[in-house]
């Protein structure tokens, strides 16, 4: 059987393009090279497409380009495939069967992408346009599950509007349903990027100025006191299963992106030490908030557990997680049963299971009267 080709689609225009370029090193390094060929695409901080050669950065060097090559994509679904544009002519057109998109945040996790690939009619692991675009929204993913049932803590939203305009009414609901201390977060961002803990009313303003830097809409959080941090993978369709919980023991007083990705210091305890019932409730609540976001293919599912009572919260859910070699979302399904190499061809099947199950879907009503 011929290997089927894989467009793993990196780089992006968000704040988290390099930590994009550190998950896709990683699935390019460990994708089973029996079964799958790589084409990658880099998309530029300034967003252009470009068709990139990758050997020497798999292995600690750079990405090399050619300045003269692009890629574009043909929209027409009967003709999905890549375009190499040089000196603004087509030089070549590359057919893929299948795109993997390791976008982190904004422009590549937020349903922006997948809409194109959608019209392209091309297989894509991952959310659909609903999933992704609900997933990056930390308002509307809180006002889904907390409308389905999984509990959430307090929060309110805003937009930086409301907050240029009505600062003094804005601040008088945050001291009034959220109180101090609290969480301020851009609503629209991952990677604990744009994230203040404000431990005094003195620090409010600074924290939310310091969010609207990078993003239109601000969330407020309660915060838990002394929480667990723990996070479980959810991997599949209409029937996703979880991963054995990991936990989160950070250095600093909160996950944020120093404790993340540029410091060492943070503990990942993989599987996390939870009672049976415990586990279960957390790997149900997983499911179910991948459900009610309408989520496919991976997510993975973060929650706050306040030590002194033991309740539990869904603090996120992330449709395109983190790969690196120290990514919680490939090490949790490690220690559940699933290797990495494995992994990745799980989801790339997913990825056409699903791309299957649209086709079968009718688009007119020709025969039906």
Request: charged fraction near 25%; charge should be neutral; hydrophobic fraction near 40%.
């Amino acid at each position: 059987m011929s290997r089927r080709v894989v467009g793993i689609v990196f780089g992006g225009r968000s704040v988290e393009h390099e930590i994009s370029l550190l998950s896709a090193r990683s699935i390019i390094q460990n994708i089973d090279s029996r079964k799958f060929d790589i084409f990658p695409i880099f998309i530029m901080k300034d967003g252009s497409w470009r068709k990139a050669s990758i050997e020497d950065w798999v292995v600690g060097g750079e990405i090399i380009i050619s300045d003269l090559t692009f890629l574009t994509p043909s929209l027409d679904p009967q003709k999905p495939v890549f375009y190499e544009i040089e000196n603004k002519k087509v030089k070549q057109e590359h057919k893929l069967d299948v795109l993997f998109p390791i976008l982190h945040g904004t422009y590549g996790e937020d349903g922006t992408v997948q809409g194109m690939f959608e019209l392209m009619g091309i297989p894509f692991v991952g959310s659909s346009v609903l999933g992704s675009s609900v997933g990056m929204d930390k308002i509307a993913m809180k006002t889904i599950f907390r409308d389905s049932g999984i509990p959430v803590v307090q929060f309110i939203g805003f937009n930086k509007s409301d907050w240029t305009k009505q600062k003094g009414i804005v601040k008088k609901r945050i001291q009034g349903e959220i109180g101090i201390p609290c969480f301020v977060k851009s609503a629209n961002l991952g990677s604990s990027v744009g994230i203040t803990k404000v431990k005094s009313e003195n620090e409010l303003d600074k924290a939310v100025d310091f969010a609207c830097e990078f993003s239109n809409k601000i969330i407020v959080e309660k915060a838990v006191l002394n929480p667990r941090e723990i996070e479980v993978s959810v991997l599949g369709n209409e029937e996703p299963i979880a991963s054995l919980p990991g936990e989160i023991i950070p250095h600093r007083e909160f996950y944020d992106y120093k404790a993340k990705y540029t410091e060492k210091g943070t503990e990942l305890v993989a599987p996390a030490k939870l009672n049976e019932e415990t586990t279960e409730n957390i790997q149900k609540l997983a499911i179910k908030g991948f459900k009610a976001t309408d989520c496919f293919g991976m997510a993975r599912v973060d929650f706050l557990m306040e030590k002194g009572t033991g309740d539990i919260f869904v603090s996120e859910l992330n449709t395109i997680p983190g790969f690196t070699q120290i990514s919680m979302y490939p090490k949790l399904w490690e220690v559940t049963g699933i290797s990495y190499k494995e992994l990745i061809s799980r989801l790339i099947n997913l990825a056409f299971e699903r791309h299957e199950n649209i086709k079968k879907l009718r688009t007119d009503f020709k025969d039906l009267y």
